[in-house]
Every structure is written in C-alpha cells, then in structure tokens.
C-alpha cells in the first residue's frame, strides 16, 4: 500500500521477485496482470501502471 504524491490517491504495490527465474518473466505473473486488466469490481483496485526495473546479471 502507498500514496501517488501527485495525486494523494492510496495504491497497491505488488514486487515480483526475479531471483529464481532463468527464463525471463514467471508467467504466473502475465496471466495475473491480465486478469487484473480485466476485471471491473468494486473490490478490486484497477491496474494504474506497470514498471520495470533492470535485474541483476547471473554469475
């Protein structure tokens, strides 16, 4: 949970741990985000935004 500091509004932060994927993106974490894109329910808070960061480099 946080506030956006432009608009005061509350959101939902979810962190995908990269460490044990070798693969690319887990697909679990696909399949989430588009039914979160999907869905329209009172109880669900709607996907603003996804973002990225750089992962670090396997030894």
Do not use: C, W, Y
């Given at each position: ?32 985000i ?26």
């Amino acid at each position: 949970m946080a506030k956006e500091i432009k608009t005061g509004e509350i959101v939902a932060l979810k962190k995908i741990r990269m460490d044990n994927e070798r693969e690319g993106f887990p697909i679990t974490a696909i399949q989430e985000i588009k039914i979160l894109k999907k869905l329209h329910h009172e109880n669900v808070i709607k996907v603003k935004e996804i973002v990225t960061s750089p992962g670090t480099a396997f030894k």
